[in-house]
């Protein structure tokens, strides 16, 4: 039995009010409904379309390259060359849009080109590769870098991958793309939309601005070691958005210099409204609209995180390994412009057994012994040590100390005024704050290695040998981590 296949190419009429009444009026028939495919000779396997057709034309591709030229109602021109293995393929070009979808794209301005959607109707997939397309728009785009990429529109699949089908520069009026990747496959009874935007560097990809979908960011991004991809609660502004993603050295990215950088950055994502002079919201479907980054299988096992801007958006992710999330809440493009990847060293805390030796080795050096228990007289060290990075000065800091109810008896924070200045090198003494109890304290903007003062005690005669005195740091930025450490308080007179 003799296949037949029907590839719907559909391109949008994004243009303002303005352009309205131009051209061909718009029909109330949808595409996929018997009257949209009668010059095919069939309706029964279609898929349902979200867009209305002002005009139909029908070209059989029949396994060889066929071009359709086309006139879109704002006066562009254009034409769609490809072909399919599939036998009596056919190709039904739409220059038409629902009011709706041209009512959501009024804003979109030449020389930002109208999309094309390609559907596949039938309940199994179709292959088709795209030869060359050209657009003439009505306005110059002389030497303008443009950039084509595929993706599937409907239904929104659950994780979203844009293909980059390649760049092209315009010449006067006209936009000229042979495909560096021309071969798509489109699932039964799916739309891919071709988005062809302006760019500023070849290593863009367009991508779709949708709700609940997780878009992934790193597209076109073969070079980087992991994936990122990006879900949000909710859109609005812009439908289209383009992101870049670079290691961190790369001479082709814009880089990280002047940025505040938790740890060591991974790789990072330059990430631009589709247009320029627009902007596209993340989250905005009200005060608990959140976004949700995932990192692929390849995260580190160090801590990971992904910050917008530096320390401004910061998400610590969780759980460790494949999968990761990382949660933050609503932003928008071009406000915020890069995503960055990082990774964070671990914390280490520690008592030394002899004072102003660095028992946690912070300084690459091996470290000095650490006290496996305190007397319990008078005070001892306590030695946080974080990622080198984790400083004021670069944007972060800070460090509560808080003790467990149950070891107030044995243990308490040094609420006296620190005036000894005695720390191991490279430490810093850290000061009271004035509102330190016995039980917490904050040290705001210290950081990464200091040196806390602790004071052992001697509750009443009946204590056991040994007590635990269980304290609780607190990092106050960045990943915001919490370390508990717990050490002996021997009691005088008593053998461990």
């Known amino acids: 039995m003799q296949l037949r296949a029907f590839v719907f190419a559909v391109l949008g009429l994004w243009a303002t009010l303005g352009l309205a009444g131009c051209g061909g009026g718009e029909s109330t028939t949808p595409a996929g409904t018997a009257a949209g495919l009668s010059a095919a000779g069939s309706a029964t396997t279609t898929a349902q379309s979200p867009y209305r057709d002002a005009s139909t034309q029908t070209v059989g591709v029949q396994g060889r390259a066929t071009t359709a030229n086309f006139v879109l109602d704002d006066g562009s021109r254009g034409s769609l060359t490809l072909h399919s293995t599939t036998s009596n393929a056919s190709l039904n070009i739409h220059t038409g849009a629902s009011a709706a979808f041209r009512s959501a794209e009024s804003l979109r301005i030449c020389p930002a080109p109208e999309p094309i959607v390609i559907t596949n109707p039938f309940a199994f997939p179709i292959t088709v590769t795209i030869d ?16 084509a990429s595929a993706y599937q529109s409907n239904p929104v699949p659950p994780s979203l991958v844009s293909t980059k089908l390649g760049n092209a520069t315009g010449s006067g009026n006209a936009i000229a793309f042979k495909p560096t990747v021309s071969q798509l496959t489109f699932p039964a009874k799916t739309t891919l939309t071709i988005a062809i935007l302006a760019e500023t560097s070849t290593a863009f990809t367009q991508l779709p601005a949708v709700p609940t979908a997780a878009v992934t960011l790193t597209s076109n991004a073969p070079q980087v070691p992991n994936s990122l991809a990006l879900t949000a609660s909710g859109v609005s502004g812009g439908t289209t958005f383009q992101s870049a993603c670079y290691l961190p050295g790369d001479p082709a990215g814009p880089g990280l210099s002047g940025q505040p950088i938790l740890g060591t950055p991974s790789f990072y994502c330059v990430l631009l409204p589709g247009q320029a002079g627009t902007s596209t919201a993340f989250g905005s479907n009200g005060k608990n609209g959140t976004v949700t980054f995932t990192l692929g299988p390849n995260a580190k096992p160090d801590a990971s995180y ?3 801007d530096g320390p401004a958006i910061f998400a610590p992710c969780a759980p460790a390994g494949s999968g990761q999330t990382c949660i933050v809440g609503p932003f928008s493009l071009p406000t915020y412009s890069k995503a960055i990847v990082g990774n964070v060293g ?3 805390v520690c008592v030394p057994a002899t004072e102003n030796t660095d028992c946690n ?17 008078g005070g001892f060290q306590l ?38 200045n005695d720390a191991p090198p490279g430490y810093f003494d850290a000061p009271t704050p004035s509102n330190a109890t016995p039980s917490q304290a904050n040290f705001a903007g210290v950081g990464p290695d200091v040196e806390f003062d602790v004071v052992a005690r001697k509750p009443t005669a009946f204590a056991p040998n040994t007590t635990l005195c269980t304290i609780t740091l607190t990092e106050n930025s960045g990943l915001k981590r919490s370390f508990t450490y717990s050490i002996a308080v021997q009691q005088p007179g008593k053998e461990q």
Request: with cysteine; hydrophobic share 50%; aromatic share 8%.
């Open 346 to 348: 671990g914390i280490a």
């Open 383 to 420: 030695l946080f040590a974080d990622d080198p990075t984790y400083d004021s000065a670069n944007g972060f800091g800070g460090v509560t100390l808080s003790i467990a109810a149950a070891s107030l008896p044995y243990c308490a924070i040094q609420t006296a005024a620190d005036d000894e």
């Open 306 to 308: 992904v910050s917008l």
């Open 132 to 147: 060359a397309f050209t657009l003439v728009l009505p306005c110059s785009v002389n030497g303008l870098l443009f950039g």
């Open 361 to 377: 080795g912070a300084a690459g050096n091996p470290p000095a012994p650490a006290a496996p228990a305190v007397p319990a007289h």
